[in-house]
DNA sequence: CACAGTATCTTGCGTTGCAAGGTACTTACC
DNA sequence: GGTAAGTACCTTGCAACGCAAGATACTGTG
């Protein structure tokens, strides 16, 4: 797959699938690995973006075997942040697809 | 507009509207511009690239006013790029889309 | 004890888009 | 003639992001 594609849009995977529910990172990777080819070494990095930026919060649960699980929360600005960037995708999506289907001109 | 989205999204934008149409890079500033956000610094390079890796081939025009155009135009190697990128693009879109839209179980 | 599985994290690298700048030609205006 | 604006090309250095590779630590199995 192209990794350039992700760019950026593993951002917004990311903050959907915590708007369903509160993951921890190893979770994110097996949820999002269904769909989209990622690496832990890709989700690490970007949970401590999206800390650090206050779009998430985190809990520390213990798990029956292996370390214990960092769960990652949205916050109120990680909804709003979901909402806007799922907007500008999908915006993003149908200019690429009108371009790609050669509809070049914007009045169309 | 989301710098990160554009990613390699732009090469099978030009290798497109190139499929449509030979072009000068000036021009296809201006035709993707009308649906994305794109600058020259970007294009030149992209082109060069296409043309290193045999996808494009380039003949050189005079222009009425300004310099002299330099136009582009697919090879096979090209036009072959241009249907495996798009066929990967909707891929990782529908993929996308899914993840977005909470359809997280690859076998649904 | 060694190994596999779970779970977290960091470092260095490669790719790509962009801002900023430069070149060169033509037309329009003063 | 000089200056600006428009057309058209190009290059350099920077920043962002995903990844491979590796490190750490705990649990359960052989």
Redesign the interface.
């Known amino acids: ?5 992700k ?3 593993l951002e ?2 990311v903050l ?2 915590l708007a ?1 529910k509160d993951c921890y990172g190893y979770e994110l990777v097996n ?2 690995s ?3 080819d990622i690496s832990e070494g890709t989700i690490y990095p970007l949970l401590h973006r999206l800390k650090d930026e206050g779009h998430v919060t985190t809990y520390l649960q213990e798990s029956a075997g292996g370390a214990p699980r960092k769960y990652y929360r949205l916050t109120e600005s990680g909804r709003k942040e979901e909402h806007e ?2 907007e ?2 999908m915006q ?2 149908a ?6 289907e ?1 509809k ?3 009045a169309d």
């Open positions: 797959m192209n990794i350039q594609f760019k950026g849009v917004i995977c959907s699938v369903h949820e999002i269904k769909r989209i960037q799922k500008e995708w993003f999506c200019s690429v697809n009108a371009l790609l050669g070049n001109h914007a």
